[in-house]
């Protein structure tokens, strides 16, 4: 069992107060910009990553330098959303497990009983291809004063709580949408004594390396294909024939290529814009009624689909 020492004064108080506060806070701060996105309708997928910050560490006017933090991050998110899908607003939290070299600092050599702070600026990112990113800031978000563990070897675990904001999928966004942490944010910490004495400290964090913990998927719009032969009369040998192609597939307008098929053999290909598409045939050799099997093969916003026409050749 360590024993309690009188409390010391001058730099080396105040640099342990701002290492346990600090290290309990960037934790705070980094896992709750994930929680923040709340399940859609669909099955769940568990994320977790680790990342390091470093934070300009300063105690009033006293500098303590930088200090290279890690933060484990670790959320459930819904595995598909889709576009235009707002994520509802809802609390989350998340909780850092700090190791025995800073419970003993703080306990025995500061003699803190009690840490907490907040940050004001720490903000959730969503980016996706096809869409600008989307960056929104977390109200709230603080970690109230809990006492600090007073026996060696015992858990510390501090929890942050915080309200991430609804957020919108873009409209235009498809593939993939990834949630990243915020590349910067301040934090303002308090250390309360067996005196009841507060130690103010304030941390500028930031990364230069990467900041996405995860991503999930976004839906593909349905299609339907119409189709229709011209002219109304072909005849073996003469008519060059041509479908017009219509692709419905909501927003954005479908684009992407077509293709007509008879049996396996491909008799058209075409390109899909703005929902259209041309598909010019070639002569037919003989009379007959022919099933040409027309295919739209999707793109990034939309899902693939077919439709199946009846030609009737004439001699």
Not at 91 to 111: G, V
Not at 165 to 189: L, N
Request: with cysteine; net charge positive; charged share 20%.
């Amino acid at each position: 069992m360590l024993q309690s020492k009188p409390a010391r004064t001058g730099k080396r108080r105040t640099r342990f107060a701002a290492a346990a506060t600090s290290t309990a806070l960037v934790a705070g701060v980094g896992g709750l910009v994930l929680a923040g996105a709340p399940a859609a309708n669909a099955a769940n997928v568990n994320l977790d990553k680790r990342f390091n910050y470093t934070c300009k560490v300063d105690a009033g006017a006293l500098p303590l330098g930088n200090h290279v933090l890690g933060v484990r991050a670790q959320v459930q998110v819904p595995s598909v959303v889709n576009r235009n899908q707002t994520l509802p607003t809802r609390k989350t939290t998340i909780t850092l497990t700090l190791p025995e070299t800073l419970r003993e600092a703080t306990y025995d050599i500061l003699r803190g009983r009690t840490a907490g702070g907040e940050s004001k600026d720490a903000k959730v990112s969503l980016s996706a291809p096809g869409s600008s990113t989307l960056t929104v800031g977390i109200a709230n978000l603080r970690a109230a004063q809990a006492a600090v563990p007073a026996t060696a070897g015992a858990p510390w675990n501090i929890a942050t709580v915080g309200d991430v904001p609804a957020i919108k999928v873009p409209a235009t966004a498809h593939t993939r949408a990834s949630f990243s942490m915020p590349a910067a944010f301040s934090i303002a910490a308090t250390v309360i004594n067996v005196d009841d004495v507060r130690i103010g400290v304030t941390l500028a964090c930031k990364t230069a390396g990467s900041r996405v913990i995860g991503s999930v998927a976004i839906n593909k719009n349905a299609s339907k294909v119409a189709a229709k032969v011209s002219p109304k009369k072909i005849k073996a040998k003469k008519t060059k024939a041509k479908i017009a192609v219509t692709v419905s597939a909501g927003s954005p307008k479908a684009s992407g290529k077509v293709t007509a098929k008879i049996g396996k053999k491909t008799v058209g290909k075409g390109t899909v814009k703005n929902g259209k598409a041309t598909i010019k045939l070639k002569k037919f050799k003989k009379k007959g009624t022919y099933k040409i099997k027309v295919t739209y093969g999707g793109s990034a916003y939309a899902k693939g689909s077919t439709k199946t026409i009846k030609v009737k050749v004439r001699k």
